[in-house]
């Protein structure tokens, strides 16, 4: 079966930081577009930070531009998402995903989480004050 597994998350005071790390578990992160995206209940999913693999261009959404920033290791297939400054509006459940689509569709357009095809279970990540 083909998902990501992320972990990382927890609970964690406001302006604190956390790393989050997922795992690409029976195949490889060789899609167009690979990222984070964060869901709240009762909200539309929305992307958090997208990578087009093949220029290296990195999309971050403008709520965490300066405080989060993604990255991957392709010889463990993980990616990461290293977050600062945690606000309690950051409080979500992260998952990554891929899509074979660029990140201007897949992040950079409302809605665009449903041309993702592949993701995993997120790990949730609540910000006190």
């Known amino acids: 079966q083909l998902q990501f597994v992320a972990s990382g998350g927890g609970l964690v005071e406001s302006g604190g930081s956390l790393r989050l790390s997922c795992v690409a578990s029976g195949f490889t992160m060789d899609y167009v577009a690979i990222g984070w995206f964060r869901q709240v209940p009762g909200k539309d999913d929305e992307a958090v930070s997208c990578?087009?693999?093949?220029?290296?261009?990195?999309y971050y959404a403008d709520f965490v531009k300066g405080r989060f920033t993604i990255s991957r290791d392709d010889a463990k297939n993980t990616m990461y998402l290293d977050m600062n400054n945690l606000e309690p509006e950051d409080t979500a459940d992260y998952y990554c995903?891929?899509?074979?689509?660029?990140?201007?569709?897949?992040?950079?357009?409302?809605?665009?989480?449903?041309?993702?095809?592949?993701w995993g279970r997120g790990t949730r990540v609540t910000v006190y004050s």
């Open positions: 995903a891929a899509a074979d689509s660029p990140c201007s569709r897949v992040a950079g357009t409302p809605g665009g989480y449903r041309y993702l095809e592949v």
């Open positions: 990578v087009d693999t093949s220029h290296n261009n990195i």
